[in-house]
């Protein structure tokens, strides 16, 4: 089953809301502040692609991958500041 793009934005700011523990009085992304709806489309354009993979060769068709725990880095720069301590 293939999930529609609505469907994958509203996922990852699911996720998005779990991990900064923030927006929970928001339901849809599109009322996100601007910074979030940019990182939620991020994860949308990474969808189906492998984010860690730092360079590829085509001769012998070699991989390097980046050492990825988590949310992507370009993501988490956008995240950390949204959020909220947990105590």
Known sequence: ???TPEQLRQGYFDAIKAFTNNFNDIEVPD??????Q??????????GN???IKSESISDLSQTFHDVEG??????TILYPYCKVRF
């Open 71 to 76: 949310w992507p880095n370009d993501i988490r």
């Open 1 to 3: 089953m293939t999930l």
């Open 38 to 47: 940019i990182a939620v489309e991020k994860m949308v354009s990474y969808s």
């Open 50 to 52: 492998d984010a860690t």
């Open 31 to 36: 009322r996100a502040p601007l910074p979030i």
